[in-house]
T-cell receptor, first 115, second 114 residues
Framework: KAGVTQTPRYLIKTRGQQVTLSCSPI?????VSWYQQTPGQGLQFLFE???????NKGNFPGRFSGRQFSNSRSEMNVSTLELGDSALYLC??????????????FGPGTRLTVL | SQKIEQNSEALNIQEGKTATLTCNYT??????LQWYRQDPGRGPVFLLL?????KEKRKERLKVTFDTTLKQSLFHITASQPADSATYLC?????????????FGRGTSLIVHP
């Protein structure tokens, strides 16, 4: 079974731009979560989607948004990029339980650099 | 304030020994605690999940304990191998705005010397 895939793997943007990252979960998984990982803050939960609905949300500004499609694929969008948004963005999928209670399978991440 | 603490200093051990990593937390009452392994440039890999009513859980060479009185989880790797060298993250379910989200520690780097 193919693992979680994320595209693109690397991205360079400038301040003020917006960016969309994509995540394809493991086949049969219905829950997708997104995380931001930085050296300064570590791994932080952004939000979680299940059946096209946001189920949980972390403490990030409204510039960070996401959505999930009927095939469980998910996208996250960051608008008005800031230098501090430079990070590794990770997506994880699980069968259907929440990110806290179910085994999560992480993708390789998208490395975003904001100049 | 809520805090999760893992040793920031790398843990260096010799091959064959047991590695013990610590995860302490304050101002949380987690029902679930997870351990992950992360290699450089890769996403975390799930290892074990333990519930608050479970004192101990094992999987092959791995063992996790969860002491809700001490607010601590210990993660053990027995008969450690150089391939076990990685950063190990603990995560627990923390309250946020009425729901529970996974909150991660900063991780401890384990280096197993041959």
């Amino acid at each position: 079974k193919a693992g979680v895939t994320q595209t693109p793997r690397y991205l360079i943007k400038t301040r003020g731009q917006q960016v969309t990252l994509s995540c394809s979960p493991i086949s049969g998984h219905r829950s997708v979560s997104w995380y931001q990982q930085t050296p300064g803050q570590g791994l932080q939960f952004l939000f979680e989607y299940f059946s096209e609905t946001q189920r949980n949300k972390g403490n990030f500004p409204g510039r960070f948004s996401g959505r999930q499609f009927s095939n469980s694929r998910s996208e996250m969008n960051v608008s008005t990029l800031e230098l501090g948004d430079s990070a590794l963005y990770l997506c994880a999928s699980s069968l259907g339980g929440t990110a806290s209670t179910d085994t999560q399978y992480f993708g390789p991440g998208t490395r975003l650099t904001v100049l | 304030s809520q805090k999760i603490e893992q040793n920031s200093e790398a843990l260096n051990i010799q091959e064959g020994k047991t590695a013990t990593l610590t995860c302490n937390y304050t101002n949380y009452s987690p029902a679930y605690l997870q351990w992950y392994r992360q290699d450089p440039g890769r996403g975390p890999v799930f290892l074990l999940l333990i519930r608050e009513n479970e004192k101990e859980k094992r999987k092959e060479r791995l063992k996790v304990t969860f002491d809700t009185t001490l607010k601590q989880s210990l993660f053990h790797i027995t008969a450690s191998q150089p391939a076990d060298s990685a950063t190990y993250l603990c995560a627990l379910d923390g309250a946020s705005g009425g729901s529970y989200i996974p909150t991660f520690g900063r991780g401890t780097s384990l280096i197993v010397h041959p």
